[in-house]
């Protein structure tokens, strides 16, 4: 927090005076309608200052005022830095139960992504390349959908509902002028719309706020629901630029990725300064050395050797006279899965004893990679146990799956070595007993001979270079027809009567 004089502070106000004005405000708002309130929480300061404010605005209401539920939401990635996801939590349960014993109307929920649209299921499940600024496929899954959903769920059970959010005009020039065009829009006092959420208005009450003016007020003001903000402000201290993961409602808000507490896994950004500075600061941080070890790893420049030149659908995309990649291959995949659980086993051995029980990888998550390898990748061999087993030492806690293969493993092993080496036949033959085994017991089998074209067409090629070859012919023959279809329709121009 820089020095700044009194005077600069609060418009040349003093911090109570700002507060018991903004905190009538919110009363007034609060007060003017049954609509119901959500706020978004991340644990950071911009957010922690908001709830503050509803906070104490709300306890100087007589009880028969407080009839409106104010629900507390925060998202966790599964994959957010540990140190930041172990202090949200812990702060969530806290305010619970000091809002009970406030009788505040104040409700928090942790919400997390489906299993489904985690981010190990995109990147080790399905190959999902690690997110770029062009693909940036993590946002939309883990942040928008599951607050979203919540919000949504809201609007349903009462019609509308109000979003109050830490965000501020200092924050960013393109957040400034964001907020600008939507106060031309307010319904309401103080209300915005919501573009991508109907029937519901935004409130951002310190969205006139700099950074500094924060800082006071939670250095002097004392967390209502006792948590400390100077931890808060010591967790801030041992990174290096000032910003949060806010609130995220759709993609023209800032991704973790540019924030200071965002994604341990996110590529979205040159290097994790926040990470990197915390264990360079605290001794005590650096058991999390491997996930910055992993999270450069994922960061790859040129990740082409590691990804399929096909698609996911299995077609070979030009992007010029180039291929364009599509998800990483099954050996990758397995290697980025080892060096997770590796990771993971490490810190559990070697950690201070209050993050020996740190999930890098759920258990659901793992199911479900292990379902996508199977049956939808056809990579009928179930080495996701295996590799569980020989990186953690335990063994899996699923059932076999043999029942549902078409070949056991040690069949698959002479399959591979009846195939000599040729990974694209390999797959192929592996994918078509797939096929095979998961109609055998369909009573009608309408579908078949589409799946059956489909493996057979992805494993047309003799390999990469023949596949670039056949995509370049195809897009040559393209154009010629392009082309001599213009010439046609210019000489039926030419020859069309004046």
């Known amino acids: 927090m820089s020095t700044l004089t009194r005077d600069a502070l609060f418009a ?106 985690t981010f190990w299921v995109g990147l080790i499940g399905r190959g999902y390349p690690a997110p770029r600024p062009k693909f940036r496929w993590c946002t939309e899954r883990m942040k928008i959908k599951p607050s979203n959903k919540f919000i949504r769920s809201v609007v349903r059970r009462h019609g509308e509902a109000i979003l109050v959010l830490g965000i501020r005009k200092q924050e960013s020039q393109i957040r400034a002028k964001t907020m600008a065009k939507h106060e031309k829009r307010r319904v309401r006092d103080r209300l915005s719309p919501n573009g ?115 698609k996911m659908n299995g077609k070979v995309q030009l992007f010029g006279d180039r291929i364009v990649h599509g998800p990483y291959t099954q050996q990758s995949r397995e290697t980025w899965l080892r060096e997770l659980l590796q990771a993971q086993t490490w810190i559990r051995q070697n950690a201070p004893e209050h993050v020996r029980g740190i999930e890098l990888i759920t258990m659901p998550e793992l199911h479900e990679i292990r379902r996508i390898w199977v049956f939808e990748k056809h990579e009928v061999e179930d080495l996701l146990p295996r590799i569980y087993k020989e990186e953690t030492g335990e063994d899996f806690p699923g059932r076999p799956l043999d029942e549902h293969l078409a070949i056991g493993a040690d069949e698959i092993e002479l399959l591979r070595e009846a195939c000599e080496g040729d990974e694209l036949l390999f797959g192929t033959a592996r994918e078509l007993l797939a096929v095979e085994r998961k109609f055998r017991t369909m009573t009608r089998r309408a579908g078949l001979f589409e799946a059956l074209e489909t493996a057979i067409t992805r494993g047309f090629f003799d390999g990469k270079e023949d596949a670039h070859a056949f995509a370049l012919r195809k897009k040559q023959l393209r154009d010629e027809a392009t082309a001599q279809l213009s010439l046609t329709k210019d000489d039926e121009n030419a020859d069309a009567p004046a």
């Not at 906070?55 to 629900?71: D, S």
């Not at 000091?98 to 942790?110: D, G, N, T």
């Not at 800082?215 to 006792?226: A, E, H, K, V």
């Not at 990470?275 to 960061?299: G, V, Y």
């Open 196 to 310: 991508n959420l109907p029937n519901s208005l935004v409130y951002s009450p310190i969205e006139d706020w700099s950074n500094d003016e924060v800082w006071t007020f939670l250095m002097q003001q004392d967390n209502p629901w006792g948590y400390s903000n100077k931890d808060l402000l010591t967790m801030y201290q041992s990174a290096s630029e000032d910003s949060e993961c806010p609130l995220v409602v759709d993609d023209t808000t800032p991704s973790c990725g540019d924030s200071r507490f965002g994604c341990w896994t996110c590529t979205l950004v040159e290097q994790d300064k926040s990470m990197a500075a915390m264990i360079q600061n605290d001794e005590e941080k650096e058991w999390m050395q491997p996930l910055l070890d992993l999270r450069n790893k994922l960061d790859v420049a040129d990740d082409a050797h590691l990804r399929d030149f096909r």
């Open 12 to 117: 040349g106000s003093s911090l109570n005076d700002a507060v018991a004005e903004l905190t009538a405000e919110i009363r007034e708002l609060y007060t003017a309608d049954q609509v119901p309130w959500v706020i978004g929480y991340s644990g950071g300061k911009d957010s922690t200052a908001v709830l503050q404010l509803v906070w104490l605005a709300l306890k100087e209401l007589p009880a028969e005022q407080r009839t409106k539920r104010v629900y507390v939401i925060s998202t966790d990635t599964l994959v957010e830095n540990p140190i930041v996801a172990s202090w949200v939590t812990q702060s969530l349960d806290t305010m619970g139960q000091a809002a009970a014993a406030q009788e505040l109307p104040i409700e928090p929920h942790r919400l997390t992504p489906e299993v489904k649209d």
